[in-house]
C-alpha cells in the first residue's frame, strides 16, 4: 500500500484525485500567471491498525514512486527518504510523527529548480519536472497481508513564488 503526493505542485498535490489545489491558490493565481514551489514541510501522524508490525517507508523524489507499495523498501534507502518499523496496533510504537522539510533544490541535487522553466508552471497547470513525497507500508511477511493497513493525518505547506503579474481590469 502506498500513496504520494507532489511537492512543486501547487495547482494539484495529489495526483489521484486531480485538480487538489492548496489552500489559497487560486486566490494568488488571479494576480499572477506562474509560480514555482521553493521548498516544502510535511508533518505526518502515522499508527498502525494493524495486529502484527508494518515497515513503514518514506521518500522525496524526482520520480514518481506509483501507489503500487512494490519496491518501497529500495526506493526508501535513497539520500532522503527514511524508512521505520511500527509495532502492533494498542502497543507502544504503533504511532510515528513524521517530519520532513526540503527545498526542492535538495531534492533535486541542482540549482535548476530556482531558474529552469521546466520546474515552474503557469498557474492553470503542474510543471513539467516534478518532485515527490511518497508513503509505502509493507507486512514483511507474506503470511500477514495488510488487511487494516495504516491510519494516517497529513499536513502540507508549499512555499510558492508567484510571478509574472496580470493586467487586472477594474
Known sequence: MSQRWRTNDAFDVDPVLGSTATPGFAEWAAFFSFYRVISYSVVMQVTNN???????????????????????????????????????KGTTGAQ??????????????????????????????????????????DSHSATNTLSNGVFYNLSMRLHVKFYGRKTLNN
Open 96 to 137: 510515528k510523527t513524521i517530519r520532513v522539510a526540503h527545498t526542492i533544490t535538495e531534492v533535486v541535487g541542482s540549482s535548476a529548480p530556482e531558474t529552469a522553466d521546466t520546474f515552474r508552471a503557469l498557474v492553470t497547470s503542474t510543471p513539467d519536472d516534478q518532485t515527490w513525497f511518497g508513503v509505502g507500508i
Open 50 to 88: 494493524e495486529n502484527f508490525p508494518v515497515g513503514l517507508y518514506v521518500l522525496n523524489s524526482t520520480d514518481d514512486p506509483g501507489v503500487t507499495g512494490a519496491n518501497w523498501y529500495a526506493k526508501a534507502a535513497s539520500a532522503l527518504g527514511r524508512t521505520y518499523q511500527m509495532a502492533p
